[in-house]
């Protein structure tokens, strides 16, 4: 699959999220209950979602975010605590299609990275787009934060 990339200035943006250390092989039976935290605090109130879920990478080890992005700040509730996409350069693209191929995005990302001599922070994040039945018309943005 072909990505466009391209260097772009992200601004912040405030999240609700659930943070976890894990492992790679534990996170993919783990990232739903951590979205399930965040949307049962929404519900309650607790804040007002503004935007799509989101999964912040902060490192290989792998400490996560998993969230929503909201509209403004909010009192931490539970595991549920305030948290912010951080605000830079990135290397961005867009997959289309199904989340099993979300790996090519990043792959792509990091190789089109090392071409151009940009150096990645090893902070990364994916925001879900708008949800679809037909896994080929799934969008996600993947961004890598630049040095």
């Known amino acids: 699959m072909y990505y466009e990339i391209y260097v772009r200035t992200a601004a912040e943006s405030p999240t609700a999220v659930v943070a976890q250390a894990t492992t790679w092989e534990e996170f993919p039976g783990l990232w739903r209950s951590l979205l399930d935290e965040v949307y049962g605090f929404l519900r309650s109130g607790g804040a007002t979602q503004h935007g799509h879920n989101v999964m912040l990478f902060r490192d290989d080890v792998p400490n996560v975010e998993v969230g929503v992005q909201v509209a403004g700040t909010f009192d931490p509730s539970g595991q549920v605590v305030?948290?912010?996409?951080?605000?830079?350069?990135v290397a961005t693209t867009i997959h289309r299609g199904p989340y099993d191929g979300?790996?090519?995005?990043?792959?792509?990302?990091?190789?089109?990275?090392?071409?151009?001599?940009?150096?990645?922070?090893g902070t990364r994040w994916e925001i879900y787009g708008d949800w679809r039945d037909n896994p080929e018309e799934l969008e996600t943005e993947i961004n890598y934060l630049l040095r």
């Not at 990091?110 to 151009?116: K, L, V, Y």
Request: charge should be positive.
């Open 82 to 89: 305030p948290s912010a996409l951080p605000a830079g350069r």
């Open 102 to 121: 979300l790996d090519a995005a990043h792959r792509a990302i990091r190789a089109w990275s090392a071409a151009r001599g940009h150096e990645l922070t």
